[in-house]
């Protein structure tokens, strides 16, 4: 995953978090984007898993 990826992702779930907190949509809607930015954190949370915190030169 390039940092792209991750801006794009997290501005994906920023979005969907205003979305949510405005309440301007359908209780369906707001589940399947529920989901959406379920998916996406796990996605990010994969990627930027940092094992014990540990930082480590490469």
Do not use: H, N, P
């Not at 940092?3 to 969907?16: F, G, L, V």
């Not at 994969?46 to 014990?52: H, N, Q, R, S, V």
Request: proline share 0%.
């Amino acid at each position: 995953m390039t940092d792209t990826d991750i801006a794009d992702k997290t501005d994906r779930i920023e979005s969907i978090i205003e979305q949510l907190e405005a309440g301007d949509v359908s209780l369906e809607r707001a589940t399947e984007l529920k989901a959406e930015g379920d998916d996406l954190l796990e996605a990010l949370e994969a990627e930027l898993d940092l094992g014990d915190g540990e930082v480590r030169e490469q």
